[in-house]
């Protein structure tokens, strides 16, 4: 596609479930990362992929949280037992190369709300 | 821990207004410090910096870093209501060159162009 994708858009949940979050970044780029904007914050690095490499998952703020990559190119950002402070905006990002900042484009997000 | 603070947290300025925008740091192995407008949710990249007193600029947009005094700011001259976004400031940091560097991310800036 053109530009990085993102489903669902909005996401509303009861406290307790389980969620799922897809990325879909741009064909042929082989890093991509997770990210989370809370109400006021900046954003928050969860998770990064590079390639084949086992992901950087150092920002992933419980084991609730996990993120998987399947063929280098779709990724799937899980939380279990949803908690009423998970509730954000989650954002992906791809980029061509490894950790190239300035060549990262961001995904239109996931708005994640837990009741 | 990486730390990134921006200021003003926002600001309302009349259209043809010049404003200065915020940022400064304290990481641990520097590399870059980037600057993102955000409208609606997904971030775009404005500016990547890497050395001291080197102006960048695009149209109305400027920016500059100082390493010495670990801070950067971000000029519009000539405001217009499309520069009404939150402006994100991003610092590179850590990690080998090439390899596993972190962006830690400021809170962002509102900036609310009144016509």
């Known amino acids: 596609g053109a530009g990085v994708s993102q489903s669902p858009s909005n996401k509303v949940t009861e406290k307790g479930k389980d969620v799922e979050l897809r990325c879909d970044p741009i064909?042929?780029?082989?890093?991509l990362y997770w990210y989370r904007q809370s109400l006021g914050q900046g954003l928050e690095f969860l998770i990064y992929?590079?390639?084949?490499?086992?992901?950087?998952k150092s920002g992933l703020p419980s084991d609730r949280f996990s993120a998987e990559r399947t063929g280098g190119s779709v990724s799937t950002l899980t939380i279990q037992r949803t908690q009423q402070e998970d509730s954000a905006v989650y954002l992906c990002?791809?980029?061509?190369?490894?950790?190239?900042?300035?060549?990262?484009?961001f995904g239109p997000g996931t708005r994640l709300t837990v009741l | 821990e990486d730390k990134v603070v921006q200021s003003p947290l926002s600001l309302v300025v009349h259209e043809g207004d010049t404003v200065t925008l915020n940022c400064s740091y304290e990481?641990?192995?520097?590399?870059?410090l980037l600057w993102y407008k955000q409208e609606k949710k997904a971030p775009t990249f404005l500016f990547m910096l890497?050395?001291?007193?080197i102006e960048k600029k695009s149209g109305r947009l400027s920016s500059i870093l100082d390493k010495k005094e670990l801070f950067s700011i971000l000029n519009i001259t000539a405001t217009q209501t499309g520069d009404s976004a939150i402006y994100l400031c991003?610092?590179?940091?850590?990690?080998?060159?090439?390899?596993?560097?972190?962006?830690?991310f400021g809170k962002g800036i509102t900036l609310s162009v009144r016509p």
């Open positions: 992929f590079q390639g084949n490499s086992a992901p950087d």
């Open positions: 064909s042929g780029h082989t890093a």
């Open positions: 890497t050395s001291s007193g």
């Open positions: 991003a610092v590179e940091a850590g990690g080998r060159t090439g390899a596993n560097s972190k962006l830690t």
């Open positions: 990481v641990t192995n520097f590399r870059s």
């Open positions: 990002a791809s980029s061509p190369w490894r950790v190239s900042y300035n060549e990262q484009f």
